[in-house]
T-cell receptor, first 113, second 109 residues
Framework: EPEVTQTPSHQVTQMGQEVILRCVPI?????FYWYRQILGQKVEFLVS????????KSEIFDDQFSVERPDGSNFTLKIRSTKLEDSAMYFC???????????FGQGTRLTVV | KNEVEQSPQNLTAQEGEFITINCSYS?????LHWLQQHPGGGIVSLFM???GKKKHGRLIATINIQEKHSSLHITASHPRDSAVYIC???????????FGTGTRLKVLA
């Protein structure tokens, strides 16, 4: 069964460093998403991406964040100058047409120290 | 006030019990998604629905668009059903999901 894969599963980084979280969406999907879940809180939408550009973003997704689809398979989330409050589980998801079921990756747990 | 509310927040049941988790939302939606999050954190899709009812195994999901309400039912619950169940909606005219806070279910053997 096709699945969304995320790497790494856990990343620890120093405050102020840049991190790149990687995702491989399901191959025939066209819509891609990043979400985050701070420990003990609900999942929050960050950004949706279609046709090589951001289609929507939340107020959380400020200039510190960027997304990219550098090749035909990967979808990345870059967080610049990480802060302690960026520590969270980050989930990537993909869907076929944006209105059908989104499939989630297993998440990357980011710890900023 | 959250745009997506779930109840109960926590639920403990005995194995075999029939379980209902509720989700109410206050925004216009194009679809509603029920998800399951296991202790390790991974999220699994259960159902996406925009009307009526869907069934998969022991799970049944219903939605009433007029009342802005959905329910997830688990029949003959089992300890392996223990997880957090999350309701998420896609806002009409967007690709944006809003998530509920989740219902933590524990099924005792």
């Amino acid at each position: 069964e096709p699945e969304v894969t995320q790497t790494p599963s856990h990343q620890v980084t120093q405050m102020g460093q840049e991190v790149i979280l990687r995702c491989v969406p399901i191959s025939n999907h066209l819509y891609f998403y990043w979400y985050r879940q701070i420990l003990g809180q609900k999942v929050e939408f960050l950004v949706s991406f279609y046709n090589n550009e951001i289609s929507e973003k939340s107020e959380i997704f400020d200039d510190q964040f960027s997304v990219e689809r550098p090749d035909g398979s990967n979808f990345t989330l870059k967080i610049r100058s990480t802060k302690l409050e960026d520590s969270a589980m980050y989930f990537c998801a993909s869907s076929g047409d944006g209105y059908t079921e989104a499939f989630f990756g297993q998440g990357t747990r980011l710890t900023v120290v | 006030k959250n745009e997506v509310e779930q109840s109960p927040q926590n639920l403990t049941a005995q194995e075999g019990e029939f379980i209902t988790i509720n989700c109410s939302y206050s925004v216009g939606i194009s679809a509603l998604h029920w998800l399951q999050q296991h202790p390790g954190g991974g999220i699994v899709s259960l159902f996406m629905l925009s009307s009526g009812k869907k069934k998969h195994g022991r799970l049944i999901a219903t939605i009433n668009i007029q009342e802005k309400h959905s329910s997830l039912h688990i029949t003959a619950s089992h300890p392996r059903d223990s997880a957090v169940y999350i309701c998420a909606v896609i806002i009409s005219g967007t690709y944006k999901y809003i998530f509920g806070t989740g219902t933590r279910l524990k099924v005792l053997a």
